[in-house]
């Protein structure tokens, strides 16, 4: 096996960016996650797993601009994360009072509604939602959604048939030739060797509504979790039943990510 693809993303729920190599510590890869936006009537973080309130930030990217962040808007124009007029500017396109913020308060809370319900009632209807508390397996403050680090390999995406784009991880492994799908359930547990980095597989990746979403110009996708719910329903400890693709892995040994390093289970 080996690195097909390393990505990042700068700010919460909004598009990432690919890159050739990234740091990874014990808080996971450099600058992923980093910042978020705190919806500021309810105090909770900001994510497309709530689509009626947050899929529009689909819509918007963050890349690394020379040790900072730049925020693409759904027009094209671009913004500094520093600037100085962010919060209001956020604001008024996603219609709904915002904060940007670098530091995760301790219990920090996202909406998630269950993506049955999503498909089967549509993006904009007013579902019932869980409230989940996120990096509860991640060090500092970053705003993963759970562990440092998140896997899928190539073998589970040709089963799904959509983008990787979708699903957000961090890693893209492709998987050697024959290799079934949904592989990435059995590395709970296992140490994955990535180049000189060295993760170990803690949960089984849960998903949500926001891989049927719309992602930029990729339009909905249903088909994105509808097979989850038929193939790879898993028991997820401290969490339910859930449909899953993918692996959420804590940081071993640190060290540099790039593509095309070797991949290898212990």
Not at 12 to 23: A, D, I, N, Q, R
Not at 96 to 103: D, F, G, I, K, N
Not at 153 to 166: F, K, Q
């Amino acid at each position: 096996m080996r690195v097909a693809q390393l990505r990042r993303y700068p700010v919460k729920s909004m598009l990432g960016e690919t890159v050739g190599s990234v740091e990874v510590d014990e808080r996971g890869v450099a600058g992923d996650r980093h910042l978020a936006l705190l919806d500021v009537a309810s105090g909770r973080v900001a994510t497309a797993k709530h689509p009626r309130l947050w899929r529009a930030l689909l819509t918007f990217a963050a890349a690394t601009d020379g040790g900072g962040v730049r925020i693409t808007l759904p027009d094209g124009r671009t913004v500094s994360a520093d600037a100085p007029d962010l919060d209001g500017l956020l604001s008024g396109v996603l219609g709904r009072e915002v904060r940007l913020t670098s530091s995760r308060e301790p219990g920090a809370e996202v909406e998630r509604p269950d993506p049955v319900d999503v498909l089967a009632e549509g993006v904009d209807a007013d579902v019932p939602f869980a409230l989940l508390e996120i990096a509860q397996a991640a060090p500092g403050e970053t705003f993963v959604d759970y562990a440092p680090v998140h896997l899928i390999t190539t073998a589970t995406l040709d089963r799904l048939g959509v983008d990787a784009v979708r699903y957000r991880p961090n890693v893209v492994v492709e998987s050697e030739p024959g290799t079934a799908p949904f592989g990435e359930n059995g590395w709970v547990g296992r140490e994955i060797t990535v180049g000189g980095v060295r993760l170990r597989g803690v949960l089984p990746t849960p998903r949500c509504s926001v891989p049927t979403l719309e992602h930029g110009d990729l339009p909905r996708a249903p088909e994105a979790v509808r097979p989850l719910l038929e193939q790879n329903r898993i028991d997820v400890p401290g969490f339910g039943v859930l449909p899953c693709a993918g692996v959420y892995a804590e940081v071993v040994a640190g060290g540099t990510l790039r593509a095309d390093d070797p991949v290898s289970l212990d």
